[in-house]
């Protein structure tokens, strides 16, 4: 049975219907290059080939229908995992004209560390740690930069991609990845009682904190901005990514002030949809209609991937009444409409029409940030903390029947501010914050 919501702008059918997108993205036909469980392709045109971020992205939104089925699929990327630790970007494993060996952005960090965290499976808990263990390694022996100790990034190992070689430009969004997965890895390791390696990737967590502070940061821009790696310059090139390392704080109380400032200004279109993809002064700034188009797509264009890491960011930071109003602004304009991207603006979609991590982003927008349903198998407990706007501390809303780890579910109620929950069939502990 799916979560039943109530919530302003959005109905109950356009909800249900995100878990329709990634039913119809789910291929049950396997084995497809190396994934020998089911899984979801991203959708649309992309076939049913895997990718390592649509793949992984898709398991956040529909683990709340099915976490066996989310728990067995991820289990495809232990198998095709290369003995290096990296995991190749789609199933063929080869992006022309391109003969290095290339990954993707890393989502698939906090997917498994999430996955893990609501599982009792010991065994499942140990795979997912190796994956991340392993994963970072390859990042850090291929990837990262003697110098400044930044990672670089190449095509989508990047957004807005970077189309010449790696060990040219580090970009900010890979380096926040490598913040979080470290953090990632230090939660599970200290689950399995490794101390050490507990201590060794919160360590690494703030190497890369301070490297992204000291040589990403522009004082005079108030902003982050990638690193051209071979000329030893940032890149004067304002991406919506600047606003990343309001994350796992990252940035300072003054920087993110001053992110912040910038986020809610005129650039991002922050008063009339969601976060766009660079800044609307910027020369680079594209309109992208139409079928995806590669770099202008990503060059102004709304899309969930960029806006639900922002989201986490302000709730990382503080800012939890912005942190609420992205969150119910991404939902509603993608309800319903879970196009791969938005026009930035007049809101029309674009891409691929039924698209399986903007489905999964958005139900994931809903249930863990703005009801803030987050569940801990370990210590068996479910924790609620919502993250309110003004609008939302007005009126009724709802989420009810959202399945639990293990069986049973739980059910949250927001009124005029006020929260309340109940569980029904589970032993887990609820804990309201």
Same mark, same amino acid.
Request: hydrophobic residues 40%; contains cysteine; negative net charge.
């Given at each position: 049975m799916l979560p039943k919501i109530h919530l302003p702008g959005l109905s109950q059918a356009g909800?249900?219907?995100?878990?329709?997108? %990634?039913?119809?993205?789910?291929?049950?036909?396997?084995?497809? !290059?190396?994934?020998?469980?089911?899984f979801f392709a991203p959708g649309g045109a992309y076939g049913n080939c895997w990718w390592n971020i649509d793949s992984a992205l898709a398991l956040l939104g529909y683990r709340w229908k099915d976490r066996a089925f989310a728990e067995n699929s991820l289990r495809?990327?232990? =198998?095709?995992?290369?003995?290096? /630790?990296?995991?190749? $970007?789609?199933?063929?494993?080869?992006?022309?004209? +391109?003969?290095?060996?290339?990954?993707? !952005?890393?989502?698939?960090?906090?997917?498994?560390?999430? !996955?893990?965290?609501?599982?009792? =499976? *010991?065994?499942?808990?140990r795979s997912c740690y190796t994956l991340l263990e392993r994963y970072l390694g390859w990042w850090l022996r291929f990837r990262r930069d003697e110098k400044t100790g930044l990672v670089s990034a190449v095509f989508e190992e990047t957004f807005v991609p970077w189309l010449h070689k790696s060990g040219e430009r580090a970009a900010v969004d890979t380096n926040v990845e490598m913040v979080i997965g470290a953090r990632c890895a230090a939660s599970l390791a200290r689950r399995l009682g490794e101390k050490d390696s507990a201590a060794r990737f919160e360590a690494l967590a703030e190497e890369f904190t301070a490297a992204v502070n000291r040589w990403m940061w522009n004082e005079e821009k108030g902003a982050y901005y990638p690193l051209r790696l071979d000329t030893g310059r940032q890149e004067d090139f304002l991406m919506a990514s600047a606003f990343l390392p309001l994350r796992e704080g990252i940035a300072p109380k003054d920087r993110a002030a001053r992110l912040v400032s910038l986020l809610t200004g005129d650039q991002f279109g922050w008063d009339t949809y969601p976060v766009r993809s660079v800044a609307a002064s910027d020369p680079r700034f594209t309109v992208s209609e139409g079928p995806y188009q590669g770099n202008p797509s990503w060059s102004g264009s709304v899309w969930t991937l960029l806006n639900d890491g922002?989201? *986490?960011? #302000?709730?990382?930071?503080? +800012?939890? *009444?912005?942190? /609420?109003? %992205?969150? $119910?602004?991404?939902?509603?304009?993608?309800?319903?409409? +879970?196009?791969?991207? $938005?026009?930035?603006?007049?809101?029309?979609?674009?891409?691929?029409?039924?698209?399986?991590?903007?489905?999964?982003? +958005?139900?994931? %927008?809903? %249930?863990?940030?703005?009801?803030?349903?987050?569940? =801990?198998?370990?210590?068996?407990?479910?924790?609620?903390?919502?993250? #309110?706007?003004?609008?939302?501390?007005?009126?009724?809303?709802?989420?009810?029947?959202?399945?639990?780890? /293990?069986? /049973?579910?739980?059910?949250?109620?927001?009124?005029?501010?006020?929260?309340?929950?109940?569980?029904?069939?589970?032993?887990?502990?609820?804990? $309201?914050?």
């Amino acid at each position: 049975m799916l979560p039943k919501i109530h919530l302003p702008g959005l109905s109950q059918a356009g909800f249900e219907d995100a878990f329709a997108v %990634l039913e119809e993205c789910r291929v049950d036909k396997v084995p497809v !290059l190396g994934f020998t469980r089911p899984f979801f392709a991203p959708g649309g045109a992309y076939g049913n080939c895997w990718w390592n971020i649509d793949s992984a992205l898709a398991l956040l939104g529909y683990r709340w229908k099915d976490r066996a089925f989310a728990e067995n699929s991820l289990r495809n990327f232990f =198998d095709i995992q290369k003995q290096d /630790g990296r995991i190749p $970007l789609w199933g063929y494993d080869h992006v022309d004209p +391109y003969n290095e060996e290339i990954s993707s !952005l890393p989502k698939v960090f906090e997917v498994a560390h999430r !996955l893990a965290a609501e599982s009792d =499976d *010991e065994a499942f808990v140990r795979s997912c740690y190796t994956l991340l263990e392993r994963y970072l390694g390859w990042w850090l022996r291929f990837r990262r930069d003697e110098k400044t100790g930044l990672v670089s990034a190449v095509f989508e190992e990047t957004f807005v991609p970077w189309l010449h070689k790696s060990g040219e430009r580090a970009a900010v969004d890979t380096n926040v990845e490598m913040v979080i997965g470290a953090r990632c890895a230090a939660s599970l390791a200290r689950r399995l009682g490794e101390k050490d390696s507990a201590a060794r990737f919160e360590a690494l967590a703030e190497e890369f904190t301070a490297a992204v502070n000291r040589w990403m940061w522009n004082e005079e821009k108030g902003a982050y901005y990638p690193l051209r790696l071979d000329t030893g310059r940032q890149e004067d090139f304002l991406m919506a990514s600047a606003f990343l390392p309001l994350r796992e704080g990252i940035a300072p109380k003054d920087r993110a002030a001053r992110l912040v400032s910038l986020l809610t200004g005129d650039q991002f279109g922050w008063d009339t949809y969601p976060v766009r993809s660079v800044a609307a002064s910027d020369p680079r700034f594209t309109v992208s209609e139409g079928p995806y188009q590669g770099n202008p797509s990503w060059s102004g264009s709304v899309w969930t991937l960029l806006n639900d890491g922002i989201v *986490e960011g #302000l709730k990382d930071s503080g +800012y939890t *009444e912005l942190a /609420g109003a %992205l969150a $119910l602004r991404t939902a509603e304009e993608f309800h319903g409409k +879970y196009f791969e991207f $938005l026009q930035p603006f007049n809101g029309s979609g674009h891409g691929v029409v039924r698209y399986a991590w903007t489905a999964s982003q +958005y139900i994931r %927008l809903i %249930l863990e940030v703005i009801f803030g349903i987050e569940a =801990d198998a370990q210590t068996k407990t479910v924790r609620v903390k919502p993250v #309110l706007c003004d609008r939302l501390r007005r009126g009724r809303w709802s989420a009810e029947e959202v399945a639990l780890p /293990g069986g /049973g579910s739980i059910s949250v109620y927001i009124e005029n501010g006020k929260v309340s929950a109940r569980t029904e069939k589970t032993d887990y502990v609820l804990r $309201l914050e």
